[in-house]
C-alpha cells in the first residue's frame, strides 16, 4: 500500500526539482495571476457593480487559468529526451506516476494561489481575514477537484498538437461544477454568511474531488498506454 | 529469459518486423545486424514492452523491473544533474538507498563521468550523455539489456569500457542484445548473430568463433540475397 505512494512521490520531488531548477511555469503563473488581477482591478468600475459581488468571480477566474499554466507542464517535462517513454516501460505503476503528477500539480497551484490570494485582497480591499479558515478551506476542496481532472486531460493531450491550447478546451466544461461551488461559497464567505448555509456547495465540491480524483485515477492507465 | 514468438508490426505498408522468433538463455549475447530501416529499432521497442506488436508476443523472465534499455533518447532529465537522474531513475526500479549510492558512484567512476556528475545533464555533450545513459539504463542491475546502437557518440576509451561492462554482464548471466547498423561493434560480444532485413531475420546463428570480417561478409551477402 504504501509502496506506490513512496514513488508517487519520487515522481513528485522530481518535478518539483525541476520546477524548482527552471522556475519557468511557476514565475509565468504568479506573473499571469498578478496582470490578470490588475486588470480586473482596472477593468470595472467599483461604482456600477459592487466589488464584494464582483470579487469571488474574479478570484476564481483567475486561479483556474494560472492552474491551467501547471497543468500544462506536468507532462510537458517528460517529453524531454522521452523520459515519459522511460517511465511507461519501467515497473512504475501508471498509479504511482498520476498520483507522483497530480501531488506535484497541487502543490504548483497551491503555490500560485498563495501569492494570489494576498494580491487579490490587496488590489480589491477584500476583508478575509475574519474567514480565512474556511476560504482556505474552499479553496483546496475547488483546486483538488480541478487538479485531478487536469492532469488526467494534461496526460491525454500532451501527444497531440496543440497541447496548450487542446487543453483549455477539454478541461474548461469540466471544471464548471467545481466552480461553481467555490464562486457560490467564496461569496457567501465574504459577504458574512454563516458556513452552515453553504453546506450542500461544499458538499457537491467534495462529492466531485472523491469522484473526479477516482475516475482519473482509473482512466489514467488507458490514457497514457494509448 | 528473453524470448520472442512471431513478432510482427508494420507501420502502414511498411514492415519493420515480419514473424521474427528466437529465444535467448542466461549469458547469452544476441547481435542484431541491419541497414537503417531494418526494424532493429522496432523489435527491440517491442522486446522492451514500449510497443505492442500487431502479431506474435516478446517475453522477459522477470518483467519490466529486469529489462535495461538504451535507446536513442536518453529518459534523461535536462535541469537535473547526472547524479539526480541517477538516482530518479534508481528509485523508480525500487533501488534502495544505499545501494543506489553506491552503484552511482560505481558507474560515474567507470564511464569517466566524475567530472559531470554534479551537472545538468543538459550541459553534457553527445558522448557524455550517452555514458549517462548507460548508467541510467545499469542503475538497476537489469537481467537483460537492450541496446540499440549503444557505441553511439561515444570515444574509443568509453566504448571499450562499455564492452569491458557488459562482458562483465554476461559473465554474470545477464542476455544482452545489440542492435546496429556498424557490423565491427559488437561482433566480439556476441554468441549469437542475426543479420535483420526488411522486418525478418535473414540468417540468424550462433557466432560460432567467427571474426569481424567473416561476420561482416555473411552480413552483406545474406542481405544482398534477401
Known sequence: ?226 | MLSAEGLSHAFGSVRALDGISFQLEAGHTLAVFGPNGAGKTTLLKVLAGLLRPQQGRAAVRGGPRAIGWIGHQSFLYGHLTVSENLRFWASIYRVDAATQQRRAADLIARLGLGEWAQRPVAALSRGLMQRATIARALMHEPTVLLLDEPFTGLDLAAAAELRRLLGELVGKGRVVVIATHNVDEGVELATEIAFQHRGRFVQFSPRAGRSGPQVADAYRKAVAGA
Not at chain 1, 107 to 112: E, K, L, M, Q, S
Request: aromatic content about 10%.
Open chain 1, 1 to 226: 500500500m504504501l509502496e506506490p505512494l513512496k514513488l508517487a512521490w519520487v515522481v513528485a520531488r522530481k518535478d518539483l526539482l525541476l520546477e524548482f531548477r527552471t522556475r519557468t511555469a511557476i514565475l509565468s503563473a504568479v506573473v499571469f495571476t498578478a496582470l490578470v488581477l490588475t486588470v480586473f482591478n482596472f477593468g470595472r468600475d467599483p461604482t456600477a457593480v459592487p466589488t464584494i459581488e464582483l470579487a469571488p468571480s474574479i478570484l476564481w477566474v483567475t486561479f483556474t487559468f494560472a492552474a491551467m499554466l501547471a497543468l500544462n507542464r506536468a507532462f510537458a517535462l517528460e517529453l524531454e529526451n522521452q523520459a515519459l517513454e522511460g517511465l511507461l516501460v519501467s515497473p512504475l505503476s501508471r498509479t504511482s506516476l498520476y498520483w507522483g503528477k497530480l501531488i506535484a500539480n497541487l502543490v504548483f497551484v497551491a503555490v500560485v494561489e498563495a501569492v494570489g490570494l494576498p494580491l487579490f485582497v490587496l488590489f480589491f480591499d477584500v476583508p478575509v481575514w475574519h474567514v480565512l479558515l474556511p476560504l482556505v478551506g474552499v479553496i483546496a476542496l475547488a483546486t483538488i477537484g480541478f487538479v485531478a481532472v487536469g492532469t488526467l486531460f494534461s496526460a491525454m493531450v500532451i501527444r497531440t498538437r496543440f497541447a496548450e491550447l487542446m487543453l483549455p478546451v477539454l478541461l474548461l466544461p469540466f471544471l464548471i461544477p467545481p466552480l461553481m461551488g467555490a464562486v457560490q461559497v467564496t461569496a457567501r464567505l465574504l459577504g458574512g454568511r454563516p458556513v452552515a448555509e453553504v453546506l450542500g456547495w461544499l458538499r457537491l465540491l467534495a462529492a466531485y474531488d472523491i469522484v473526479f480524483v477516482t475516475l482519473s485515477t482509473l482512466l489514467f492507465p488507458p490514457t497514457v498506454d494509448e
